[in-house]
């Protein structure tokens, strides 16, 4: 058990709906960061925050936008599903970026959300 | 440009023998940092190692090792005394280290099967 957590673990939905993807990070790491995996893109970076604020965007698409709340949870909304969007969502998180020991931004993965549009 | 490449989709070890899964990467970042995840049938990402661009040995953890060669840009994860639980695809991946904004980029992976 990595310490993070993510819901729901599974979501089914249709194309055109709006779905929200919850995560909460490991204990002290105020680095959130999220990934989209497709069999056929791999394993995507999507965004990281830090304490609140937005640090790096990675390949999100606009229909894609994430926060991170005052109590370091992070929500990663996905909106217009297209069926391209079935993939697994990875939520990882880390401590503060540049904080010394490089190991202390190794990113802890949580269990995924699995996403299907039909 | 930032770029992983692990050039093996697949490969096939014996039980309790060693296997080295090859990863190479390209960064312009001063100071970076290497990561191997395995991934299980089960989904889960599951970090495995760490290796800083400025340290001066290489990182082992366990039956984990990795083989860093800062100059030829490869940190290839050498796995010794391999398990049947060894069976999973394994991810190297690379982000800069720092107070920057950094994206990670993770390789297309190499699915290791152990063979009793």
């Known amino acids: 058990d990595s310490g993070v957590t993510q819901t729901p673990k599974h979501l089914i939905t249709a194309t055109g709906q709006r779905v929200t993807l919850r995560c909460s990070p490991r204990?002290?790491?105020?680095?959130v960061y999220w990934y989209q995996q497709s069999l056929d893109q791999g394993l995507q970076f999507l965004i990281h925050?830090?304490?609140?604020?937005?640090?790096a965007k990675g390949n999100i698409l606009e229909r894609f936008s994430a926060q991170q709340f005052p109590d370091l949870h992070s929500e990663l909304n996905l909106s217009s599903l297209e069926l391209g969007d079935s993939a697994l969502y990875f939520c990882?998180?880390?401590?503060?970026?540049?904080?010394?020991?490089?190991?202390?931004?190794?990113?802890?993965f949580g269990p995924g959300t699995r996403l299907l549009v039909l | 440009a930032q770029k992983i490449t692990q050039t093996q989709p697949g490969m096939f070890v014996q039980e309790k023998e060693a296997v080295t899964l090859d990863c190479t990467y390209d960064?312009?970042?001063?100071?970076?940092?290497l990561f191997w995840y395995k991934q299980p049938s089960s989904g889960e990402m599951i970090f495995l190692i760490y290796?800083?661009?400025?340290?001066?040995q290489n990182a082992t953890e366990g039956r984990y090792s990795l083989n860093f060669q800062k100059a030829r840009k490869s940190a290839n994860l050498v796995i010794s005394a391999s398990q049947l639980g060894d069976s999973a695809m394994y991810f190297c991946?690379?982000?800069?280290?720092?107070?920057?904004?950094?994206?990670?980029?993770f390789g297309a992976g190499t699915r290791l099967f152990v063979k009793a």
């Open positions: 925050y830090y304490n609140g604020e937005e640090r």
């Open positions: 990882a998180s880390s401590g503060a970026p540049g904080a010394g020991s490089g190991v202390q931004e190794t990113q802890y």
């Open positions: 204990s002290g790491d105020l680095s």
């Open positions: 290796q800083g661009s400025y340290d001066q």
């Open positions: 960064t312009s970042d001063p100071s970076y940092g």
């Open positions: 991946a690379m982000r800069g280290l720092g107070t920057g904004g950094f994206k990670t980029i």
